[in-house]
């Protein structure tokens, strides 16, 4: 059974940084795209950052420059080392991987990340 589980979440102030983890289990890791979205409350699922097979990285304009997505293959992990952070971070943060060929979708069940004073 494929598993995303992440971690990494909690509360973080207002120009800090937190960095999230997501472990994937029963999937060839290698072979997916993998990405972070998340859900600011009351509002709808938005991306966050991808990284593909091959490394290559995209970012939403919200988070360009304090946001790094990060993979590492051998141990089937994905990470978003988070920056600066501002309330507008706050929301459930969902890890989330999709073969590029034929568009199979997993999803994590999220790890809340709110920012506050």
């Known amino acids: 059974q494929v598993q995303l589980v992440e971690s990494g979440g909690g509360l973080g102030q207002p120009g800090g940084s937190l960095r999230l983890s997501c472990a994937a289990s029963?999937?060839?890791?290698?072979?997916?795209?993998m990405g972070w979205y998340r859900q600011p409350p009351g509002k709808q699922r938005e991306l966050v950052a991808t990284?593909?097979?091959?490394?290559?990285?995209t970012y939403a304009d919200s988070v360009k420059g304090r946001f790094t997505v990060a993979r590492t293959n051998v141990q089937n992990t994905v990470s978003l080392q988070m920056s600066n952070l501002s309330a507008e971070d706050t929301a459930v943060y969902y890890c989330?991987?999709?073969?590029?060929?034929?568009?199979?979708?997993?999803w994590g069940k999220g790890t809340l990340v709110t920012v506050s004073s």
């Open positions: 990284i593909t097979t091959g490394g290559r990285t």
């Open positions: 029963a999937i060839i890791f290698n072979t997916y795209d």
């Open positions: 989330n991987a999709k073969h590029p060929r034929f568009g199979i979708n997993y």
